[in-house]
């Protein structure tokens, strides 16, 4: 059964800086890997997707890669703003099109 | 890109009727929706799996009786909390992948139910 784990699980930068989420996950063998944004009481919204296939995937300021050998992902967002405060989700899709989520990291970006 | 409709966003409720949240797919055919349960400063759990024309596969622990989903067609998916209780109390969302599992997955905007 797929696990999937996120550190840290919460995270607090002053505006500005670069910064790397983590996810890990025990069962190399997943589809495809999504990140997700979920803000205060509001549903996903998909941020990255990265097919098992690929090495890592870019949209604006943020990029994510994926080690599928080393079960690891990471996200990658440069030059925060307080806009990206938000919690932070990855997604491991597996056989029977089961997705197992992490843990999430809530990100809080300081003026 | 694909989008999943998700209704009502908010919804209070008493003890011990029922509650209907409905979920659309509107530029896509949805055959698998799945349905998550989220409690505060949690991450999603699986509740429970809906087929259009055949019946829903639950998660372990999960009620069947007490959450119904109905796959009506190819584009709506519903989940009844039935006989609610305070414990209920809970963020519902959907998902359906988006066209196939290799372009990923979309998710309604979330049902925040309260039952008093």
């Known amino acids: 059964k797929q696990e999937v784990t996120q550190i840290p699980a919460a995270l607090s930068v002053p505006e500005g800086e670069n910064l790397v989420l983590n996810c890990s996950f025990t069962?190399?063998?997943?589809?495809?890997l999504q990140w997700f944004r979920q803000d205060p009481g509001k549903g996903l919204t998909s941020l990255l997707l990265?097919?098992?296939?690929?090495r890592e995937q870019t949209s604006g300021r943020l990029n994510a890669s994926l080690d599928k050998s080393s079960g690891r992902s990471t996200l990658y967002i440069a030059a925060s703003q307080p806009g990206d405060s938000a919690t932070y989700l990855c997604?491991?899709?597996?056989?029977?099109?089961?997705?197992?989520f992490g843990g999430g990291t809530r990100l809080m970006v300081k003026p | 890109g694909a989008v999943v409709s998700q209704h009502p966003s908010r919804v209070i409720c008493k003890s011990g009727t029922s509650v209907k949240i409905e979920c659309r797919s509107l530029d896509f055919q949805a055959t698998t929706m799945f349905w998550y349960r989220q409690f505060p400063k949690q991450s999603l759990m699986l509740m429970a799996t809906s087929n259009e024309g055949s019946k829903a596969t639950y998660e372990q622990g999960v009620e069947k009786d007490k959450f119904l989903i109905n796959h009506a067609s190819l584009t709506l998916s519903t989940l009844t909390v039935t006989s609610a209780h305070p414990e209920d109390s809970s963020f519902y969302i959907c998902?359906?992948?988006?066209?196939?599992?290799?372009?990923?997955?979309?998710f309604g905007s979330g049902t925040r139910l309260t039952v008093v």
């Open positions: 990265i097919q098992s296939s690929q």
């Open positions: 998902s359906a992948p988006q066209g196939g599992v290799a372009f990923g997955y979309t």
């Open positions: 997604a491991g899709t597996n056989a029977g099109n089961m997705l197992t």
């Open positions: 069962d190399s063998a997943i589809y495809n």
